[in-house]
DNA sequence: GTCTATACGGCGATAGAC
DNA sequence: GTCTATCGCCGTATAGAC
């Protein structure tokens, strides 16, 4: 019922935190408000458990960058700043999704990394696909140079999140925000006309 | 003795790859060739053991960007670029120390992480000045643009190789050489005068 | 579906013989 | 310094009452 979802969100959080061997079925079940047997009614298996959240948030993943890309915005230079802003505020204001994400594509627990790759590279692909369309308008609309193809391009900003967001741990909110900035200006001034 | 040293060496890949709570006494134990008890003889805990690892690996993370930087090269964007290549090539080919460095630095085991973040700030800003002369030098000698500056540059570079670390996991070696590729282009591209 | 009780193994760590 | 033996604890997971 509305516990199957809780015990989802819950551990979601515990996992992104202290990762997947730092993360008991007792504690889940403590933040859950419940016993840890209760759990084994939901999920038959940690795993099983730590394999669904992470499901769904390769599937968030594409949604999150879909949602950042404003329609609405006048330009492609603003299309992708107004983006990469968002991601940036996202990661830095601790949201849990993000967190897992980025710590689980990189260091998956060690039975698990193999289920979970192809899926990973599958919405990585997505993803990056939602931001070729963008720079290619923008190379067509002569903001973007055409010396570069689209899809290196895109490479390029997902490499500079990621690289971002391993700052997070070590620095402060302002700090990340600052650096954020003066990548994004490099990143402009190397991609635009 | 000798065994002191084997057991940082060994448990230095372990932690590695399998993460702190990933990595028992008894695993490490095995590697090294003696038995479990016999760890507590030079290392008073898991918790110190893990501590010297990670100190040496922030040391030793100034000195391979120091080593990085080729004295000879012709050019600023020579050195810039062959550095950059020695990161990711080091990185792609799974050496065990930048794989822990990358991988704790982002996520430290749960108590363990304030003691080590006062040295690592300390060690990649050290790491970052070392880069800042080089973009200083190529300002001065009208390579790199004067409009941004060298800290800026600098902090730009060290976010494109752990947003390539990050790929690391998931693509295989010549993706990520592939992909370093074009994110260096578009980087010089970004710099330059 | 949630509970209590329990099984069983591996964990970090210590004691003490050699 | 390394071993065997052992401690106490907590991990995942199951059985069975309600």
């Known amino acids: 019922m509305h516990t199957k979802e809780k015990i989802l969100e819950e551990s979601l959080e515990l996992f992104a935190i202290n990762g997947y061997e730092g993360t008991s079925m007792t504690k889940i079940a403590d933040k859950v408000g419940i016993k840890k047997s209760s759990l084994y009614a939901h999920y038959k298996s940690k795993e099983v458990l730590f394999v669904e959240v992470a499901k769904e ?3 968030q993943n594409v949604e999150f960058v879909r949602r950042s890309l404003d329609e609405q915005a006048p330009d492609v230079k603003t299309v992708l700043y107004k983006s990469f802003k968002t991601h940036i505020h996202d990661m830095a ?3 849990a999704s993000i967190q897992f994400y ?3 594509m990189q260091n998956p627990p060690n039975g698990l990394g193999g289920e979970l790759t192809a899926s990973v590279e599958k919405s990585e692909k997505q993803a990056r696909g939602l931001l070729e369309n963008v720079i290619a308008k923008g190379q067509a609309s002569k903001e973007v140079t055409a010396d570069l193809d689209a899809t290196s391009i895109a490479h390029m900003y997902f ?3 990621e690289g971002l967001a391993n700052e997070t741990t070590v ?3 302002e700090e990340v925000e600052r650096h954020a900035e003066s990548v994004w200006v490099i990143f402009w001034r190397g991609v635009k006309i």
Chains 1, 2 share one sequence.
Do not use: A, S
């Open 102 to 104: 980025n710590r689980f």
């Open 93 to 95: 204001t601790d949201d």
């Open 171 to 173: 620095y402060t909110l």
């Open 159 to 161: 490499c500079l999140i």
């Open 57 to 59: 948030m390769v599937d």
